[in-house]
């Protein structure tokens, strides 16, 4: 699979839109697969991201009705910085993040695959910043190209 780096945490090979998965973990295992394909992050990355998804939540209720969630795992299974996004025809349930019990239907996923600690605080800070801006968020729904996501993202200074 070639890969075109656009900036440096977005790959044309890891980005896709109106995606149709039966549940979450489905979800996961796609993504993973394609970070992997690309050599983002070790074979484990999929088992691992799964599992820590099930400890500690990720999905993320926004205004509007728009559900995200970020999933990442320890920076271990990371072999150079990526970042995969998954645009959901149909959402799929996560968690809600810092929740023992309520749930989030997610459209979109960012799932982080960050070589440190530090770069994942500084890209989650950075996600929800974006996701806390109603105007933003408006604009970012009507995105259907990996073009204008990644041209979307760098004007945010995310990548």
């Known amino acids: 699979m070639e890969e075109t780096r656009i900036n440096h945490f977005f790959s044309d090979q890891v980005i896709t839109f109106n995606q149709v998965f039966s549940d979450r973990n489905a979800v996961l295992k796609a993504v993973a697969s394609r970070l992997t394909a690309v050599g983002a992050v070790r074979p484990t990355f999929g088992d691992a991201i ?5 400890t500690y ?12 969630a970020i999933p990442h795992t320890d920076a271990d299974q990371v072999l150079h910085d990526q970042i995969g996004f998954i645009a959901l025809k149909t959402p799929v349930t996560f968690r809600q993040m810092a929740s023992a019990t309520e ?3 997610v459209n979109y996923l ?6 440190t600690a530090h770069q994942q605080l500084d890209m989650l800070q950075k996600l929800m ?4 801006d109603d105007k933003a968020m408006a604009e970012f729904q009507q995105i259907t190209t990996v073009a204008a996501f990644i ?3 760098t ?5």
């Not at 004007?155 to 990548?159: D, T």
């Open 50 to 54: 799964i599992a820590r998804e099930q």
């Open 57 to 68: 939540p990720t999905g993320l209720q926004l205004n509007d009705g728009v559900g995200v």
């Open 103 to 105: 749930v989030v239907s």
């Open 110 to 115: 960012f799932v982080l695959a960050l070589k």
């Open 129 to 132: 910043g974006l996701f806390a």
């Open 151 to 153: 041209k979307f993202m």
């Open 155 to 159: 004007e945010r200074g995310i990548g």
